[in-house]
T-cell receptor, first 115, second 114 residues
Framework: ETGVTQSPTHLIKTRGQQVTLRCSSQSGHNTVSWYQQALGQGPQFIFQYYREEENGRGNFPPRFSGLQFPNYSSELNVNALELDDSALYLC??????????????FGEGSWLTVV | AQSVTQPDIHITVSEGASLELRCNYSYGATPYLFWYVQSPGQGLQLLLKYFSGDTLVQGIKGFEAEFKRSQSSFNLRKPSVHWSDAAEYFCAVGKIQGAQKLVFGQGTRLTINP
């Protein structure tokens, strides 16, 4: 068990709707990242938050946005859902110290199906 | 740009046999290297990691990996596989400094024959 918890575990949304996924980081970790894993693929980096600010972004459109809260929990928001957004969304947490990273731990993921 | 190649999409081995999963990476500096395992419908579990030092890294569940800078490889090995090792295995590379973006390979699906 990694100490990274995500909710909900499964959800179904309709194309065009908005979704919010939540993540609670491992205790003591100050960095959270989100990844999208389509079926049969490796995870793709969406973005990372460090001390409540975005600290790196992958090749995802602006309708993918996030927040990190003072307690280091995080949200991933996706607006205007498309069918291709159907995937497993993974949250990962780690401790970033003076720019040098450490082990990255993943949660169990949230399965999103867009119909 | 960083990239990771796992040449084998699917590997089948017999229970008790040895295993080697290949991983080649492209990165312009000293990388962080990871192996994760994913069971169906589950998240990613860290098997082992390489940051620096000894190039032979020991992990959980009897796995080990060897970092070979000259070959840009980080292959995962296990001397004797168990039926419970059947899963998807992902190799990943990350930066040492700054944003900890991991770049993953496509994964290798491991099937174990009884």
């Amino acid at each position: 068990e990694t100490g990274v918890t995500q909710s909900p575990t499964h959800l179904i949304k309709t194309r065009g709707q908005q979704v919010t996924l939540r993540c609670s980081s491992q205790s003591g970790h100050n960095t959270v990242s989100w990844y999208q894993q389509a079926l049969g693929q490796g995870p793709q980096f969406i973005f990372q938050y460090y001390r409540e600010e975005e600290n790196g972004r992958g090749n995802f459109p602006p309708r993918f946005s996030g927040l990190q809260f003072p307690n280091y929990s995080s949200e991933l928001n996706v607006n205007a859902l498309e069918l291709d957004d159907s995937a497993l969304y993974l949250c990962a947490s780690s401790f970033l110290d003076r720019g040098t990273g450490n082990t990255i731990y993943f949660g169990e993921g949230s399965w999103l199906t867009v119909v | 740009a960083q990239s990771v190649t796992q040449p084998d999409i699917h590997i089948t081995v017999s229970e008790g046999a040895s295993l080697e999963l290949r991983c080649n990476y492209s990165y312009g500096a000293t990388p962080y290297l990871f192996w994760y395992v994913q069971s169906p419908g589950q998240g990613l579990q860290l098997l082992l990691k390489y940051f620096s030092g000894d190039t032979l890294v020991q992990g959980i569940k009897g796995f080990e990996a060897e970092f070979k800078r000259s070959q840009s490889s980080f292959n995962l090995r296990k001397p004797s596989v168990h039926w419970s090792d059947a899963a998807e295995y992902f190799c990943a590379v990350g930066k040492i400094q700054g944003a900890q973006k991991l770049v993953f390979g496509q994964g290798t699906r491991l099937t174990i024959n009884p």
